[in-house]
């Protein structure tokens, strides 16, 4: 089978193309064959060498998934082959292979109605605001820091969702995309201080970090919670917490709720195969994209 995988740190064309033999299941595990995955930010951060993970080169990445179960451990009942899943992946073996092995427990099936290509953009980015807006109720106050990316925008639907009044910052040219999706206020990060025309926000969810932390705080009422993605300079206070995104099957499935009853639908901005990868990793490092790059991986499943 094809794998992208890396033998050092560094830019894109630190990515190739290797043939591997098809892993096999172990004690609660799938392999699944691997229809379609995405791009985040931690790609390439990883790949990169900008943020060490917890494994040894070399690795390959991907840590969405979407695709059929084409072989189950003998002892796993959830999941049966031919059966379409999708999940959040952590570990040295990654998405971005043409088979995987993964933990039934991580998994979910995939939303009713949604392409393979949509499954595989909503694991990490819509886990990451799932689990960031757990507590939101209607009425709040909720401001989302750029909106108009691959968690912001998903967090503007659940936001909504929720019943809160949404306020986002985002670049002009994204501010009719985030109304539709029902954003209440925006405003313009290249002209305007947020924190000079805010306050009395309930829930910051701060998907930037650096110094939009205390810049945040400052619009938080007292009793607000400033949910961070990324470090920033706000930790120490309080109000600051620090989210690490958890694989949560069950959380995957609250997520293909939303998306079945049409409250939920991730943007994707553009589709790269599989050996394009690196450019797509390019494409991702440029900044700017509304919504998420997904990977297409089996065509014939995208497109069957």
């Given at each position: 089978?094809?794998?992208?995988t890396?033998?050092?740190?560094?830019?894109?064309?630190v990515?190739?193309a290797v043939?591997?033999?098809?892993?096999?299941?172990?004690?609660g595990?799938v392999?699944?064959?691997?229809?379609?995955?995405?791009?985040?930010p931690?790609?390439?951060?990883?790949?990169?060498?900008?943020?060490?993970p917890?494994?040894?080169l070399?690795f390959?990445?991907?840590?969405?998934?979407s695709?059929?179960v084409a072989?189950?451990?003998?002892?796993?009942?959830?999941?049966?082959?031919?059966e379409p899943?999708?999940?959040?992946?952590f570990?040295?073996?990654?998405?971005?292979?043409?088979?995987l092995?993964?933990?039934a427990?991580?998994?979910?099936q995939?939303?009713?109605?949604a392409?393979?290509?949509?499954?595989?953009?909503?694991?990490?980015a819509?886990?990451?605001?799932?689990q960031s807006l757990?507590?939101?109720?209607?009425?709040?106050?909720?401001?989302?820091?750029a909106?108009?990316?691959?968690?912001g925008?998903?967090?503007?639907?659940?936001?909504?969702?929720?019943?809160?009044?949404?306020?986002?910052?985002?670049?002009?040219?994204?501010?009719?995309?985030?109304?539709?999706?029902g954003?209440h206020?925006?405003?313009d990060y290249?002209?305007?201080?947020f924190a000079e025309?805010l306050?009395?926000?309930?829930v910051?969810l701060?998907?930037?970090?650096?110094?939009?932390?205390?810049?945040?705080l400052?619009?938080?009422?007292?009793?607000?919670v400033l949910i961070a993605?990324?470090?920033?300079?706000?930790e120490g206070?309080?109000?600051?917490?620090?989210?690490?995104v958890q694989?949560?099957?069950?959380?995957?499935?609250?997520?293909?709720?939303?998306?079945e009853a049409?409250?939920?639908?991730?943007?994707?901005?553009?589709?790269?195969?599989l050996?394009?990868?690196?450019?797509a990793?390019?494409?991702?490092?440029s900044?700017?994209?509304?919504?998420?790059?997904a990977?297409?991986?089996?065509?014939?499943l995208?497109?069957?």
């Open positions: 089978m094809l794998v992208i890396q033998d050092e740190f560094g830019g894109p064309e990515l190739r043939t591997v033999e098809r892993p096999r299941p172990g004690p595990e392999v699944v064959r691997v229809a379609a995955t995405s791009v985040n931690a790609d390439w951060k990883v790949r990169a060498g900008q943020v060490n917890p494994w040894e070399p390959t990445l991907g840590f969405d998934v695709g059929v072989e189950a451990g003998a002892d796993v009942s959830e999941f049966r082959g031919g899943v999708f999940g959040l992946v570990g040295r073996y990654g998405a971005n292979a043409e088979y092995t993964v933990p427990a991580v998994l979910a995939i939303p009713a109605g392409s393979y290509l949509e499954s595989a953009a909503l694991p990490t819509g886990l990451t605001a799932w757990s507590a939101v109720a209607a009425g709040q106050r909720v401001l989302i820091h909106a108009a990316g691959g968690v925008h998903l967090a503007v639907q659940l936001a909504v969702a929720r019943g809160a009044h949404v306020i986002g910052t985002a670049s002009a040219k994204h501010h009719g995309y985030l109304r539709g999706l954003a206020e925006l405003i290249r002209t305007a201080d025309s306050a009395e926000v309930d910051v701060d998907l930037v970090g650096g110094d939009y932390g205390k810049r945040s400052r619009v938080l009422r007292p009793d607000g993605a990324l470090d920033s300079d706000a206070d309080p109000r600051y917490h620090r989210l690490h694989p949560s099957a069950a959380d995957l499935s609250s997520l293909a709720t939303e998306f049409g409250r939920l639908r991730p943007a994707i901005a553009a589709v790269y195969p050996t394009d990868l690196a450019t990793h390019r494409h991702s490092e900044g700017g994209v509304r919504g998420k790059i990977i297409e991986v089996d065509a014939s995208t497109t069957g």
